[in-house]
């Protein structure tokens, strides 16, 4: 198909490698046959990922901390020095906290604001000079919460919100130069990320009540591959009776 490309051979950074949808994008973009860069703070998890990859010889593990600007400079160095080139990155490290404004504690806005958005303001700075070199791809992971108001977690909506600017922005400025830009906003995903009441999605939700990380990493590998002409602007994916909690 002439609008289909394949994926081999592309060296891509992805943030929050360590587990869920990072981890499963990883695992998906190495079957691919990518070369990839896993990031996150939790270096033996990253190893422990390298391990069960085909591709092992094509994988760097670079602990990061994506709040700290030094960490995230020397992360995307080491990735083009060892690689070469950097044709991806898949922006998913996230955090989320709950709770209302009124009692809401400066360290929770701070780790929030500080991975959502620098974080991925950092990765995304460090990581355009190669990207727009190989006129590769950028996919942002934000949330239904970047489309919508949120009660429980305006915090967190609003840094999702953000991320969603932030994308559709990058695209405005560097899809004229060859980037393809794509923002995936997922409602739950079974993950270890807390719900409300502090289990997982992953305890939460059976398998088939909402989405899988797989699923994700399928949508965030079809993404990649549409031809050099266009871009996936931006993908919504909901548990079907979503909306049903609002009207
Ligand atoms: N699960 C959902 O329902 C859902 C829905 C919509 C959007 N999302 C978004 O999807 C993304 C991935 O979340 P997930 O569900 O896969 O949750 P997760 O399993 O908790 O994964 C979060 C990842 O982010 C990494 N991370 C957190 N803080 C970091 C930091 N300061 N520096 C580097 N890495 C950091 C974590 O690694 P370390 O702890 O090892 O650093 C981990 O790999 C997030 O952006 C989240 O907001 C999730």
Not at 68 to 90: N, R
Not at 153 to 179: R, T
Request: net charge negative; charged share 30%; with cysteine.
């Amino acid at each position: 198909m002439p609008y289909e490309r394949h994926l081999e051979g592309k060296t891509a950074i992805i943030t929050g490698a360590s587990s869920g949808i990072g981890k499963e994008i990883s695992l998906k973009l190495g079957e691919e046959g990518c070369k990839l860069v896993i990031c996150a703070r939790s270096e033996n998890k990253l190893k422990t990922l390298k391990d069960k990859l085909d591709n092992k010889m094509d994988v760097l593990v670079v602990p990061t901390d994506v709040r700290v600007e030094e960490q995230v400079k020397t992360m995307v160095q080491d990735a083009a020095k060892y690689f070469g080139d950097i044709d991806i990155l898949i922006n998913n490290a996230g955090v989320i906290r709950y709770g209302e404004i009124e009692h809401f504690s400066t360290e929770d806005y701070k780790t929030v604001m500080e991975t959502n958005v620098d974080g991925t303001f950092y990765v995304t700075r460090e990581a355009l000079p190669y990207i727009k070199k190989r006129k590769g791809n950028i996919v942002f992971v934000g949330s239904f919460d970047s489309n919508h108001p949120r009660s429980l977690n305006p915090i967190y909506a609003a840094s999702k919100w953000w991320v969603k600017g932030f994308a559709h922005s990058i695209e405005a400025v560097f899809g004229q130069e060859g980037v393809g830009v794509t923002l995936i906003n997922p409602s739950e995903v079974r993950t270890g990320i807390p719900a409300e009441d502090g289990l997982s999605y992953k305890e939460k939700f059976k398998e088939g009540e909402v989405i899988e990380p797989e699923e994700i990493a399928e949508i965030v590998a079809f993404s990649l591959k549409r031809s050099a002409s266009t871009t996936l602007s931006q993908i919504d994916i909901y548990r079907r009776n979503k909306l049903s909690d609002f009207f």
